[in-house]
């Protein structure tokens, strides 16, 4: 088969589509998409196996890194906020 | 992730004022404490950023308008780290904007692979795939997806456009989701 036929054949079982899709998955799952972007990606993700399982990747991937965020420890926000406080009051020098 | 940037257009808070700087700030500190956590070496020094910031944001308060009041404090800090920077390592920094250039430099203040493992102890197979990131993939994907900043405030945060912080992280997500694919962790949570 030749490489034209091949990309032909490609495009026919719609994975045209799922390049398409594909480029924008990641802004999709940050939120970054308009409404009528979302919905036809989220429509593609749910039809299409192969794009569903490289979107559950990143969802995975994604919330494997925010979870590795740590609360912020008590004492620093604490003298921070003081701050804030004592510079809104003038009590410290600017 | 937190879409303040997107709200902000339609709903600007409205400009503080100097007595209610206290209360301003106050719901943006956890942010700027892990966003300086990510821009130095140590917690010392992330607090002592933050507080540089917070004393430059309220000089600077006449002149905000209320929009978008994280960018503008993540903007005051980036410019804060750079006068830091330049203060503690003079001979690095040749262009007071080039915070990338500094996230490039192997001895800047910008996290390490194995300084993230360290500090947020995370599952091996993420550490894993982090430490293969340059500094500068690195230094997006700590920002926006450990520290949960959105591509605005973490353009504002190095200095660099949103579409660049962007175009940094999809192409970083995209390594990390290629190494991993062979993970066998990583396999079995997904399929």
Redesign the interface.
């Known amino acids: 088969m030749t490489p034209h036929a091949m990309l032909d054949m490609f495009r026919r079982k719609g994975g045209a589509r799922c390049i398409e899709i594909g480029r924008q998955i990641q802004t999709y799952l940050d939120d970054g998409l308009d409404p009528a972007s979302a919905a036809k990606v989220a429509s593609h993700l749910h039809a299409c196996r192969r794009c569903g399982l490289t979107a559950e990747d990143y969802r995975r991937l994604k919330s494997a890194l925010a979870e590795t965020s740590t609360p912020m420890p008590a004492e620093p926000l604490q003298r921070l906020q003081a701050l804030a406080a004592d510079l809104a009051t003038g009590d410290k020098p600017t | 992730?937190a879409?303040e940037s997107q709200t902000s257009a339609t709903n600007p808070t409205p400009a503080p004022t100097?007595?209610?700087?206290?209360?301003f700030?106050?719901p943006h500190?956890?942010v700027?404490?892990?966003v300086a956590g990510s821009l130095c070496r140590n917690?010392h020094d992330?607090?002592d950023l933050?507080?540089d910031t917070?004393?430059r944001a309220?000089?600077a308060l006449d002149g905000f308008d209320g929009a978008y009041p994280r960018a503008w404090l993540l903007t005051i800090m980036r410019n804060a780290n750079i006068n830091r920077n330049r203060r503690q390592r003079p001979g690095l920094l040749h262009d007071a904007t080039d915070l990338e250039g500094v996230a490039d430099r192997r001895n800047a203040p910008s996290p390490s692979a194995e300084d993230?493992a360290a500090?947020?102890?995370?599952?091996p197979w993420?550490a894993d795939a982090l430490g293969r990131l340059s500094p500068r993939h690195l230094q997006v994907?700590q920002l926006?997806?450990?520290?949960?900043l959105t591509?605005d405030e973490a353009a504002a945060a190095l200095g660099i456009p949103a579409g660049t912080v962007?175009s940094r992280?999809?192409r970083a997500?995209h390594r990390?989701?290629a190494h991993?694919?062979h993970h066998p962790d990583?396999r079995s949570?997904?399929?």
Do not use: W
């Not at chain 2, 100097?18 to 209360?23: D, K, L, N, Q, R």
């Not at chain 2, 926006?144 to 949960?148: K, L, P």
């Open positions: 992730m879409d100097a007595g209610s700087f206290g209360t700030v106050g500190l956890p700027l404490l892990r917690t992330a607090e933050v507080q917070l004393i309220f000089k993230v500090t947020r102890a995370p599952a993420i994907v926006v997806d450990v520290d949960g591509y962007m992280l999809h997500r990390m989701r991993l694919s990583f949570e997904t399929r």
